[in-house]
């Protein structure tokens, strides 16, 4: 018996050690979707190997563009091999070669020819001579150029034998509707498809017509869309050199987010096959490594043993654009790895750039752990198969001089063989498949390395290395990835959707590059994927962003630096957004032909707003704030009535009066007034808000059309897709009336087609990525469904196999154009949402008034010696005690308030100063179970350099009403704010740690905790105290102020509110009151953006004091935001909410303090003046 090796026993370990209850090769999702085509490898749109048949073995794998990237996979069971990936290459000799290997003549026109066209002896001398091949720009191997809709082409040839006899091959690729005969016999009619590489097999009655002498093959190709081609060859069979004819079964195909899945019979042996691609996006340098697994498992199916040897094999096409170019070889083994590395041999590194291209620069390799019974070689093409074939095993090749640098003369493989041993029980091991591309982006005449590099700190090898080593720990956390993203998009759409969102999710991802700038910016480049190649393209960027959102905003920075640089830098000098940054890997400038102002504007704009809300601060907002201003009052000019130009759908040519568009241009301008209200401009907020409603009421008028909206203001017989409001209802900004949308989607289910609702009223063809933005119109599941229902069909029945096409005909569902594009990512749109809507807004919601459902009410005008009223407490016989620290002149004493319950108003004492600095700041404050009154002495609030760090928590003990006796429980705080009672301790907010530096230089706050007797503890502000319990950092770089208010519940979960990011955490202890919890249990910027004084209602609710909002909001128990009154810049005096300081429900209302004092460009408030005010709510 042979021994089975250790790499085999190790990773059957693994499967049981490592993952979970059931093992990698058992997915805990399965996805019923047949595919369009298979993701294998996906690392970037230059790797990127995919299966475009249902069958992994029934078509050589392919580069997203449709050329050969082979991946052979064979099985030998009891010495019979049987394949389970891919097909071996016919061994063909060139009676007429096609244009990738070199160049032919033929007659050519663009004219329709007469009906003999097709014949041998139509005379074509009037025809124009051209070489092949023939095609639009960007087009491989392109001689000839053609631009108009037809080209008809005649290839005459001379034979001097007779090959009737043998097997002869036609091989042809094309775009789009293609035709072809030879001798005047028709071989080939597609119907609107694209293929490269076809190979066809001549029938019988066709070869008869093949004699020595004179023969034609006529072709005639109709390019109804996009890039057009023609290149034909014709080729005879050698002697038979296939080694692997027996093709294992396949028994099932799974495709979850980042693994595809096969399940292989391959006679009494069942195999498992894993492609595993890693990218997982809160993990750029694992997402970025150029490496993915493929992992493979064999057992026996009847009980016996069995022996059983894998092999895979690769070929030096995956590091070509064409197979006309030389290659170079190499083998090494390093660090317990083995490599097989392939190149080309001019390495001209960034040189091509274009569409319908691949890499040819940089090294593919083969990789894999370095074992007794594993060999890996390179070797020839033929021979290495037969080897494996009658051996079970491959030898070491070490004269790799001897390999052959012209593929087109002899192909060599890079293989590799695994001996399982005798298989009874799950056996298996991983294979590597890795690129080094060596330079990645070329970015304004700079040439950029790959992420995963760091500039140079890390070579191919550590890659290697770190993908070997991480194996288990990566296929854990892809494998739990994958179940929660199913998962939610399951919750969020339904299992149709969420079958779509997994095909879709590896595409978006792996049509983009990451690098950073010489600066460290991130910049996440798209490739236009046969829609023209352009990098960076702000309209392949928008479609593409809710998966982003959803995972990484980062990522979308990454996107949108690039165009905010070209403006910024001053390349870019037009009053709107550019289109891209030039064509792919060349990021040196825009090189699409026509501008698309109002469309990218509004674009950049709208990302812009979607990460500030997704983040909560609108901080790479301002680092862009005169580029966007610049946009935002382009679209003020041009937004509402688009001129005759191009949208995002510029397939469809230019037009004006664009509906749809001018929605995009109204939002943009709305979340540049959102961003800005942020940013604490209220003017400006209220200037581009107010003018965003008034547009939206205005194209409300101009676009109706009775029963629905139109495609364009003046035509009424037209209808579109409106998927760009649905920024509107993610916003929550309530722009556009709420029935516009409802009357949309009713109107959109009378007009689906079979295979999708058309995208306008113009044609029958769709995109699926605005479907589904328009399918999240409606908050009606079924409507939903019926809307992506289609898409899901399309998807399982389309003809055309290639990776998931984003343009297709709604009637047949032939995709139309375009393919592997990242605007599949906006399929993730539904789950955005449901991370992002909050409901409905308020009707028309206006800055100017207040847009809540209370208007407050003035409870009382406080005495003149009461300014910033701030912290409030229930005093043991229930009347209500006010802290007025004075803020407004120190030199005035700080004072507590009294105020019975029949409404009079009463200075209760002074509070004791800090004789250092001459004076007392009381802020919260609050009473424990025997009626001490626990004072926080914010002194460090008043900025003096005196009091830094001179802040109090005092106690003060009472008799008879009065004060007899202060206590200092603690001394030497930053900045303590607010203080509750509960179970004994005290729990007091420190605003600011700023002695604890956090590696990211934000602001550090904290929780304390002491005992309601302690004495005269001095605290350092530092981790080392021992009373401090818990710690938060402030993410919004405009606002550090950290944790302010503070309330328990019932339950005894403390919540603290974090000031600056307008967040709610919870904190949870355990039976000994050691904090084992805290999280953001709350945070919705549109509701609530800075949280000082809470207090909390019998039922659970907590009142929240929006300082910089000038508003009160209420956070129910499931954590729902809700503002419930907010009030303009005011004095109070009429009941508004004057900078609001802290709420406390008391006596059946809810009365809040208005501090009234500090302004600034966040904050509503403008200035300091009198009456001193308390406001009140209705508690219910």
Request: contains cysteine; negative net charge; charged residues 20%.
């Amino acid at each position: 018996m042979r021994n089975v090796s250790l790499m085999c026993i190790l990773f059957s370990w693994l499967l049981c050690a490592c993952s979970g209850p059931s093992n990698y090769f058992e997915p805990e999702k399965q996805n019923a979707l047949r595919a369009p085509s298979y993701p294998l490898v996906t690392i970037d749109p230059y790797t990127s190997v995919w299966s475009f048949t249902d069958q992994l073995n029934e078509d050589a794998t392919r580069h997203w563009t449709g050329k050969k990237h082979p991946l052979l996979g064979v099985v030998r069971v009891d010495g019979k091999p049987y394949r389970f990936m891919g097909v071996e290459d016919l061994p063909l000799k060139v009676i007429l070669p096609t244009a990738t290997k070199e160049k032919w003549e033929a007659a050519y026109t663009e004219k329709e020819p007469a009906a003999n066209w097709i014949k041998p002896d139509f005379n074509d001398a009037s025809w124009t001579k051209g070489q092949a091949a023939f095609g639009t720009p960007d087009m491989p191997d392109l001689s000839t150029p053609w631009n108009s809709k037809d080209i008809w082409v005649r290839r005459t040839f001379d034979l001097t034998e007779d090959y009737t006899s043998q097997p002869l091959y036609l091989e042809y690729s094309h775009d789009d509707i293609f035709e072809l005969y030879i001798n005047g016999i028709q071989v080939i009619s597609t119907g609107y498809v694209w293929k490269n590489n076809v190979l066809s097999e001549l029938p019988a009655e066709v070869k008869a017509t093949l004699k020595p002498g004179k023969n034609i093959i006529a072709a005639h190709c109709h390019n109804k869309t996009g890039g057009g081609y023609v290149d034909f060859g014709l080729y005879r069979k050698e002697e038979n050199k296939t080694f692997f004819q027996e093709a294992a079964v396949q028994k099932s195909v799974n495709v979850l987010p980042t693994q595809t899945f096969y399940t292989f019979e391959c006679g009494p042996v069942e195999l498992d096959v894993i492609f595993t691609s890693p990218l997982l996006m809160d993990d750029l340098d694992l997402m970025t490594r150029p490496v993915n697994y493929i992992s493979y498992q064999a057992k026996s199916l009847d009980g016996q043993k069995h022996d059983v040897q894998i092999y895979m094999e690769a070929t030096p096409q995956l590091a070509v654009n064409s197979d006309n170019q030389r290659v170079s070889f190499d083998r090494e083994e390093k660090n317990n790895i083995t490599y097989l590395k392939t190149g080309t041999t001019e390495q001209q590194v960034l040189a091509r750039k274009g569409d319908d291209v691949r890499i040819d620069w940089g090294y593919f390799y083969l990789a894999a752990g370095t074992d007794a019974n594993t060999t890996m070689t390179m070797g020839p093409y033929h021979a290495t198969k037969q080897n494996f074939a009658v051996n079970g095993k491959l030898p070491v090749n070490t004269n790799l001089e001897g390999l052959s640098s012209d593929m087109q003369e002899e192909m060599s493989v890079l293989a590799y063989s695994h001996d399982l041993g005798s298989v009874s029980s799950p056996v298996g091991s991983f294979l590597m498949i890795g690129y080094d591309d060596l330079y990645a982006i070329q970015y304004f005449n700079d040439n950029r390395m790959a992420y995963w590099k760091h500039n140079g700190q890390k070579n191919i090898g550590q890659a290697f290395e770190e993908a070997n080593n991480d194996y288990a720990s990566v296929m854990k956390r892809c494998r739990q990835f994958d179940t929660q993203l199913m998962n939610d998009a399951d919750k969020a759409g339904g299992k149709e959707y969420a079958e779509l969102c997994a095909i879709a999710y590896r595409q978006a991802i792996a049509a983009h590059k990451l690098v950073e700038d010489k600066d460290g910016n991130l910049l996440f480049l798209s490739k236009e994927n046969f829609s023209n190649g352009s990098i960076g393209t702000v309209d392949i960027t928008y479609p593409s962003s809710p998966l982003f959102l959803i995972y990484n905003p980062e990522l979308l920075k990454g996107m949108m630096n690039p165009i905010f640089h070209y403006s910024e830098s001053g390349m870019w000098n037009k009053p709107f957004a550019a289109h891209d940054v030039g064509t792919y890997p060349q990021a040196n400038g825009q090189t699409y032909g026509g501008d698309m102002p109002v469309e990218e504007s509004g674009n950049m704009l709208i990302l812009t707003t979607a990460i500030a809300l997704r983040e909560g601060n609108a901080e790479y907002a301002k680092k862009h704030w005169e580029t966007l201003t610049t946009w935002a009052n382009y679209l003020l000019k041009e937004g509402l009535d688009p001129e005759n130009q191009l949208c995002t759908d510029d397939f469809a040519g230019h037009f004006a009066h664009n509906a749809n568009l001018s929605i995009k241009a109204i939002i943009g301008i709305a979340g540049y007034g959102k961003l800005a209200d942020m940013l604490g401009d209220k003017v400006t907020a209220e200037k581009y808000i107010s003018a965003a409603k008034e547009m939206a009421m205005k194209w409300s008028s101009m676009a109706n059309a009775s029963d629905h909206y139109r495609l364009t203001f003046d035509q009424p017989a037209t209808w579109s897709q409106k998927y760009n409001l649905v920024w509107d209802k993610l916003f929550g900004m309530g722009i556009f009336p709420q029935e516009i949308a409802g009357k949309e989607m009713a109107y959109y289910l009378t007009k689906q087609n079979t295979y999708g609702l058309p995208l306008d009223s113009r044609k029958t063809y769709t995109k699926s990525d605005w479907i589904m933005w328009s399918a999240c119109l409606t908050d009606n599941m079924n409507d939903f469904s019926q809307l992506v229902s289609p898409i899901y069909k399309y998807a399982n029945e389309t003809t055309t196999r290639m990776p998931l096409c984003d343009w297709h005909e709604t009637t047949n569902a032939n995709s139309v154009g375009f393919r592997a594009r990242s605007v599949v990512g906006g399929y993730f749109m539904k789950m955005l949402e449901k991370q992002m809507y909050k409901g409905a807004p308020a009707a028309a919601p206006s800055l100017t008034n207040a847009p809540a459902m209370q208007k407050s009410e003035l409870f009382m005008e406080l005495p003149d010696d009461c300014p910033t009223p701030d912290g409030m407490a229930i005093a043991p016989n229930g009347d209500l005690i006010l802290a007025c620290p004075n803020f407004a002149d120190l030199a005035k004493p700080a004072c507590l308030m009294r105020i019975t319950q029949d409404g009079k108003i009463s200075k209760w004492l002074d509070v004791p100063v800090l004789p250092e600095t001459g004076w007392a700041a009381p802020m919260g404050i609050t009473f424990d179970n025997e009626g001490n009154l626990f004072i926080c002495d914010n002194q460090g609030w008043s900025g003096a350099e005196k009091a830094r760090n001179k802040g109090r928590l005092l106690c003060l003990r009472l008799k008879d009403g009065r004060l007899d006796e202060t206590i200092v429980v603690a001394s030497g705080m930053e900045h303590p704010n607010g203080v509750r009672f509960h179970n004994g301790k005290l729990y007091v907010t420190q605003s600011s740690l700023s002695t604890i530096q956090d590696p990211s230089g934000l602001l550090v706050s904290g929780v304390y905790c002491f005992d309601k007797n302690d004495k005269n503890i001095k605290v350092t502000n530092t981790k080392a105290d021992k009373n401090l319990i818990t710690t938060v950092i402030t993410k919004n770089k405009a606002v550090q102020y950290g944790l302010d208010g503070i309330v328990f519940d019932k339950e005894g979960n403390l919540y603290v509110g974090n000031f600056g990011d307008g967040t709610i955490h919870r904190i949870t202890f355990d039976g000994t009151g050691k904090v084992i919890g805290n999280d953001i249990w709350a945070q919705d910027p549109s509701q609530l953006r800075t949280t000082d004084g809470m207090c909390i209602d019998d039922d659970g609710n907590i009142w929240v004091a929006d300082f910089s909002e000038n508003a009160v909001a209420r956070i129910d128990k499931n954590g729902r935001i809700q503002r419930i009154a907010q009030s303009p810049d005011c004095d109070g005096s009429d009941g508004g909410l004057d900078q609001p300081g802290e709420p406390i429900v008391w006596n059946g209302q809810v009365i809040v303090s208005c501090f009234d004092i500090v302004t600034g460009p966040d904050k509503v408030n403008t200035g300091h003046d009198k009456p001193f005010t308390l406001a009140k709510l209705q508690l219910n």
